[in-house]
């Protein structure tokens, strides 16, 4: 038998605890454990970033993560990438404003991998947009519509609100 | 729960290498290390691989280091790819870890994965495995009481082989700098962007005081085993650097490699590709070396 093990986290600025198995993946620990269904899980290996997360400010899959190896960490989830009074943040604005979501399983995903790029290099080109969305699959867009939710994200970040 | 989890596991986390290594001697070949975990993770959910102990080092001080010496690069074994990648110095004292880092999967992978780690785990698809065999360069190992430096040629042993023995931990790798009038480039290609390479080429191109060729050598990943390295000098020693015969050591290549075919790629398209990517490799590094002001490790 594997012993449990407690883990807390600070999750959107909220200090979490669970005793969980040390095998309880990241994901599953937001989801399962926490409640935190807005991180979605789709491939389980690494490949579709729909689970990204930021771990301490920087996107990481969480389904490549043991949640007991990130103990003490700080989690930014989709759920997180809001303003602080809840209304859209400018990422989750933007999708809305072009389009950039249909069915919405893979959003999540792009939403916080788009937050922190966007805190890097607030100002990306469209080739930019593109390359800093290349580890993330959807489905159903075609994509053109996040390469501009990405430039939207820019542009509102920046205050520009046409 | 779904059965692509893990196997259930024991975690350990020791804070000091010394207790690593107590723990690696105690638990054997049951053990595993887990760095990121980028690699090893995936396998472990698609039960692919079942450790029954886990030691995680990415809680031991010190480890995460990336120092450029005048010679090298040294790289600790929690180093993310993306700290190697973006360390101004690491990328002035030897480019090509900066060149092939950004084929590593995505930026989002590097974020964790570890480059030591993708050493020690000796996917022959790998970029960084055939960077440390181009440049010479060494994994050092430490064992309870031991501690080894391992040449590349010596290090990877076979796919996912390498010369990490069960109660050690590769705890740094060293790049070297190339010597002299030196240009690196890196030519890859990939079904879609930041996948698995179906073949790629690191290049190292040597020139003289005239920008003529004095020695070259190339890299290359997924063509066999492990990292090939293939000195290609015979075909471009003594040429210009601009005009020097690439296709003539593109040749050479094609000759040299015996790779595999998979659901990706038959063996003679790979072979097509090393011939292909190592012409555009030391076409780039030629251009790289010719362009250097300094005369290279000055």
Redesign the interface.
Known sequence: MTEGHQVALTVNGIPRAAHVPARRLLSDFLRHDLGLTGTHVGCEHGVCGACTVLVDGRPVRSCLLFAVSVDGASVTTVEGCCEPDGSLGPVQQAFWDRHGLQCGFCTPGFVTTITAYLEENPDPTEDEAREAIAGNLCRCTGYQNIIASVLRAADLRRGVRA | ?RL????????H?PTTLDQVLEILAEVGADGKV?AG??SL??L???RLAAPAH?V?I?HVDGLDRVETERDGVRVGATARH?AVERNPAAFASVPLLRQALVHV?????R??GTTVGSLAHADPSGEMTAVLALLGGTVTLAGRGSERTVGAADFFQGPLESAVRPDEVAVEAFFPAPEGRTGSAWAEVSRR??DYAVCGVGALVTLDDDLRVTASVVGLISVGPTPVVVDVSDALAGQPHDTADVVAAGALVRAAVDPEPDIHATAEYRRHLAGALTERALRDAARAAGASVDGGDA
């Open positions: 729960m692509v989890k893990p196997s259930p596991f024991v975690y986390r887990l975990g980028q993770i995936p472990m959910s698609m886990l995680d990415n993306a999967a995505h930026p989002t992978i974020n964790r962007h930041g």
